[in-house]
């Protein structure tokens, strides 16, 4: 079936760190992807999105790449800073978002 | 243009009970769909409505039922409520049906004691 798997958290880093997130995905044919924030309290926000095979999205300093032949979506932010500490999901869409578990990360000054 | 609007933002019910949850989708977008949001299950499809029928439908219990209405607005049902069903409750909106990106609103927290 269809499914995304991303790494588990909680990311812990210093201002100003490199950031990867790990996803990977199984789907049949060719789905659109995404990345959604959730800041404390609050609803999901789309951050990128993807919608075919080496796609890049980018969105706020955040950037992911769709990587059809290893079924990938990583998301990278090259310096984040602490307002960026939320819980970030990868998901994918057939018929439905389907979501992966969620990563936390936690940016410290 | 104002965002995806969820009422109320807080609940508490007991078991047993019944709850409806209402949603207002962005200005124009004509389909909406409903997520479930817990600690155990991550984020799931409930169901999705375009032009007031669910065309769509998530591995949910008959308890959990929907509808839309012809403004696109869409309420959320839970009846015969269980403690399971605590959760964070999104409905997120988009301009047509089978779109790719949803907009999300802020959610009803449900809490059943």
């Known amino acids: 079936g269809n499914s995304v798997t991303q790494m588990e958290g909680p990311v812990t880093l210093s201002e100003e760190a490199f950031l990867t997130i790990n996803c990977t995905y199984t789907?049949?044919?060719?789905?659109?992807l995404f990345w959604y924030v959730q800041y404390p309290g609050e609803g999901l926000q789309l951050l990128l999105k993807?919608?075919?095979?080496?796609d890049k999205g980018s969105n706020k300093g955040f950037e992911a790449t769709y990587r059809k032949e290893t079924t990938s979506f990583h998301l990278e932010k090259g310096s984040v800073q602490v307002s960026d500490s939320a819980v970030y999901f990868c998901?994918?869409?057939?018929?439905?978002?389907?979501f992966g578990k969620g990563t936390t990360l936690s940016v410290s000054s | 243009k104002a965002g995806v609007t969820q009422t109320p933002r807080y609940l508490i019910k007991t078991r047993g009970q019944q709850v409806t949850l209402s949603c207002s989708p962005i200005?124009?977008?004509?389909?909406v769909s409903w997520y479930q949001q817990t600690p155990g299950q991550g984020l799931q499809f409930l169901f999705e409505?375009?032009?007031?029928?669910?065309?769509n439908k998530g591995n949910f219990p008959g308890r959990f039922s929907g509808r839309q209405f012809s403004n696109s607005r869409s309420e959320m049902n839970v009846s015969t409520l269980e403690l399971g069903d605590s959760a964070l409750y999104l409905c997120?909106?988009?301009?047509?049906?089978?779109?790719?990106?949803?907009?999300f609103g802020p959610g009803t927290r449900l809490t059943v004691l």
């Open positions: 409505y375009f032009s007031e029928t669910q065309r």
């Open positions: 993807a919608t075919k095979a080496d």
């Open positions: 789907a049949t044919g060719y789905p659109s």
């Open positions: 997120a909106s988009s301009p047509d049906y089978n779109t790719d990106t949803q907009y």
């Open positions: 200005s124009g977008h004509r389909s």
């Open positions: 998901a994918l869409t057939r018929d439905a978002l389907i």
